[in-house]
């Protein structure tokens, strides 16, 4: 059984930066393409960034481009959010998920989710 694992997450300050690894386990996360979402308790959940398998293709939610950058290593099979400049209105649970395979032999499509991790930015 696959499974996706979401970490650095924590309290900083209106202005700084945290670094989000997605690992997997039971799957190799190289061949899928990531997304990073965000949820308050409330609100719809909403696309944070997303990165196709090579790292070709980036896209960035409206309220994130510019601050965050989403990047992979494909050799440790670990996608990143990089997040700076954060601001309180980024306070949320971040959720990794997964999609794929692309660009191997596969008979079925899978998608995968993280638990979480929780960022709360201080004002």
């Known amino acids: 059984q696959g499974q996706l694992v979401e970490s650095g997450g924590g309290l900083v300050e209106t202005g700084g930066s945290l670094r989000l690894p997605c690992t997997s386990s039971g799957f190799t996360l190289s061949n899928y393409a990531a997304t990073w979402y965000r949820q308050t308790s409330g609100k719809e959940r909403e696309l944070v960034a997303e990165?196709?398998?090579?790292?070709?293709?980036?896209n960035y939610g409206a309220g994130v481009r510019g601050r965050f950058i989403i990047s992979r290593d494909n050799d440790k099979n670990i996608v990143y959010l990089k997040m700076t400049n954060l601001e309180p209105e980024d306070t949320a649970k971040y959720y990794c998920?997964?999609?794929?395979?692309?660009?191997?032999?596969?008979?079925?499509?899978?998608?995968?989710w993280g638990q979480g991790t929780q960022v709360t930015v201080s004002s």
């Open positions: 998920y997964a999609d794929g395979p692309f660009g191997v032999a596969a008979t079925r499509h899978f998608e995968f």
């Open positions: 990165i196709n398998t090579p790292g070709l293709r980036i």
